[in-house]
């Protein structure tokens, strides 16, 4: 899972912003959110340090899931392939390779 998951993440940013890229505005607006690190079954069996990081710094399923109907729901035009997190367009927090 290591190398898996920033590889599927990465593919998930070329992706969404190829889509968003060849389906008109007005139609839909595609945008990728992050919900940040929630405390679910993912990583279980990451170990004791998973363990900890999840107890430190994960968020509620609940609190995740808000900013998943944000984007759904609340994000304009400027979302149109973008990076969201927290409820905001933060397209600065992607490397140069994804933008």
Same mark, same amino acid.
């Given at each position: 899972?290591g ?6 993440? %990465? =593919? ?5 912003? !190829? ?17 940040? =690190? ?6 279980? !069996? +990451? +170990?004791?340090?998973?363990? =900890?990081? #999840?107890?430190? %710094? ?9 900013? =998943? ?7 304009? %035009? !400027?979302?149109d ?5 927290? #409820? ?5 927090? %992607? ?5």
């Amino acid at each position: 899972m290591g190398e898996q998951y920033p590889l599927s993440k %990465l =593919l998930e940013v070329l992706l969404v912003q !190829e889509l968003a890229g060849r389906v008109r505005r007005s139609e839909v607006i595609i945008n990728m959110m992050n919900p940040g =690190l929630c405390n679910i079954q993912l990583g279980k !069996e +990451g +170990g004791l340090r998973m363990k =900890l990081m #999840k107890m430190v %710094l994960a968020r509620s399923i609940e609190v995740g899931s808000r900013t =998943l109907v944000a984007g759904a729901t609340a994000a304009g %035009l !400027e979302s149109d392939g973008a990076y969201m997190t927290d #409820k905001n367009v933060e397209n600065t927090a %992607l490397s140069l390779f994804g933008c």
